[in-house]
């Protein structure tokens, strides 16, 4: 454990300064993009400012939010598949030593390969709609799932074991008692590198060949050098991003009993 | 502390080991003998202490017990009863206290109650009562990282002792706690085991606890592990403090002491 430095002094305003931290440095630099760019003579085209990416957010709120729902509603779905599927795979590692040789090895292996590389192969073999981008979003998704969630279940102290099975537990109620929520944790840091990647994976895929979503949209403003357009998308994926990890952190909250450090 | 309801009372199973051995495969692929030929009997409400140096199998033969682990030649019964699984009338304590930290310090007593599908409701008031006994009484709604390791080992015993168990094993339940709290931890269990007074196997690598405790101390050798001596402790019942001084108690001590250094545990000073 690091020691902080002994002769600091714990100060009254130590604990605000810390909370107003990161929105202060936010602001700053949110204040330096918008009063540096027109001082420094960039055109709006090479680099618009904060607030006139706003504003063209809020003018075509209509048409942003659109492509928002589908970009939305693919990384959901890849992401929801992804789970159910990386959670059953990590239990079929960790129970069964054969899958586990079998498994594990190409596991890695996928993990490897480029999945931007598999974006155009994924239209050859499902076309334009939804379900390539799904696809991708659920494989960037899968692997931080399936590895975190077998390296929870594998963390438990063996003597856990041993405790509920001198109770006369069997494998289930060991399961549901003991393995499962102490691998809770684990799993949720899974879920929520997973689903920082679902987005990724969706718009990677819009970017290949689509019709709709922010990856398509970005690429349309790039074409037709709408610099401000392709930074409002950009900045509405990244808020996608942030919501949803949120949204799992608020659902980590009321499953996981948040572990104190014992005195 | 001695208030204990006539219901509280367990009687003690009593145990029979015969002719035990345990062979362990080591990763390379040879043999190892941990427990050799154990034979002993334990009677019912007995408190039997086993003391051995580390390594000498002594938590083997406890695992054996517990029904954690098959032994591979032998048998080992519990009230006749030969044991092949572990048996619903024994209660382990470990090492470490083991309770779960996402669970309160009640909800942590009542997990065997959980895992035998007994009624909850019942065993709640004896959980309680177990708490009281133990000096955490209001504690039950605290999580385990708000206690003291001696009071989450505390824990850990009520939450074996709620079965009422008619055999608690004890696996050195002390050996991870400082020296003042496991002073006050044997003298609170012996409280504990005079008002349950079921059948108590305890495994420790003091003499002085094996001696203050028990009304048997077993003494073990080092590996593969057998029992040297086999020594009845009469000390009268509750031992205080003060026994520790008696000519007896130090005289049972210096005889364990000499088995150990005959071994080569203990050298001769």
Redesign the interface.
């Known amino acids: 454990m690091a020691a902080r430095p002994p002769h600091r002094k714990k100060s009254y305003w130590r604990p605000v300064l810390e909370s107003i931290a990161s929105p202060t440095l936010s602001i700053v630099i949110l204040l330096v993009w918008q009063v540096g760019v027109p001082l420094a003579g960039i055109s709006d085209f090479i680099l618009p400012t904060p607030i006139a990416i706003l504003e063209r957010i809020a003018v075509d709120y209509r048409m942003i939010l659109t492509h928002s729902l589908v970009t939305v509603l693919e990384t959901l779905a890849g992401f929801a598949i992804a789970s159910v599927a990386g959670i059953a795979l990590a239990l079929a590692i960790f129970y069964s030593r054969v899958f586990e040789r079998a498994v594990y090895p190409l596991l890695v292996a996928l993990q490897t390969i480029p999945k931007v590389a598999l974006a155009p192969l994924l239209v050859l073999y499902l076309g334009y709609g939804f379900a390539p981008k799904c696809f991708l979003a659920l494989l960037l998704a899968f692997f931080p799932i399936v590895i975190s969630t077998v390296v929870g279940l594998q963390g438990l ?1 063996k ?2 074991i ?8 069997n494998e289930w ?1 060991t399961f549901f ?2 393995r499962l ?2 691998a809770l944790p684990s799993i949720f840091g899974g879920l929520k590198v997973g689903i920082s990647l679902a987005v990724i994976g969706a718009v990677i895929g819009e970017y290949v060949a689509a019709e709709r979503g922010l990856g398509y949209l970005q690429l349309q403003a790039g074409a037709q050098f709408d610099t401000t357009l392709s930074f409002a998308a950009m900045i509405v994926i990244a808020f996608i991003g942030i919501v949803l990890f949120w949204a799992l952190e608020i659902c980590e909250r009321r499953a ?2 948040q ?5 | 502390m001695t208030s204990t309801s006539a219901s509280a009372r367990t009687h003690g199973v009593r145990v029979v080991i015969a002719d035990t051995r345990k062979v362990y495969e080591t990763r390379d692929g040879g043999e190892l003998l941990a427990v050799d030929r154990v034979d002993l009997t334990i009677d019912p409400g007995e408190f039997v202490s086993i003391v051995g140096p580390s390594g000498c199998g002594k938590s083997t033969l406890l ?1 054996l017990v ?3 682990s098959p032994p591979t030649s032998g048998r080992i019964t519990i009230d006749g009863e030969e044991v092949k ?2 048996h ?1 009338k ?3 304590v ?3 206290d ?1 309770l ?3 669970r309160n310090i009640i909800d942590n007593i009542l ?2 109650i ?3 599908r007994w009624p909850r409701r019942k065993h709640i008031e004896r959980a309680n009562e177990l708490l009281a006994q133990v000096g955490l009484s209001g504690f039950g709604h605290k ?6 390791g001696g009071m989450r080992q505390r824990a850990a015993i009520c939450r074996a002792l709620v ?1 009422e168990p008619g055999l608690l ?1 004890m696996d050195e339940p002390f050996g991870a706690l400082d020296a003042l709290t496991r002073e006050q931890m044997i003298a609170d269990l012996q409280t504990m085991w005079l008002a349950v007074n079921n059948t108590v196997l305890f495994i420790t690598h003091s003499i002085e606890e094996a001696v203050f405790l028990a009304d048997r101390v077993l003494v073990m050798s080092p590996r593969p592990g057998h029992i040297d001596l086999d020594r009845r402790i009469e000390l009268e019942r509750p031992r205080k403090w003060r026994s520790r001084a008696e000519p007896k108690f130090i005289a049972y001590m210096t005889e364990i002491r000499e088995i150990f250094e005959a071994q080569g545990v203990l050298s001769k000073q």
Do not use: H, N
């Open positions: 102290d003597a856990m041993d405790l509920v099975r001198s109770m006369g537990a109620q008692k003991i929520p102490a996981v009993f572990r104190e450090p014992a005195k | 695992s517990a029904g954690l699984r572990p619903s024994v209660g382990v470990f090492q470490t083991l779960l930290y996402w997990l065997p959980e895992i035998k999580f385990p990282s708000e206690l003291s079965q094993l």
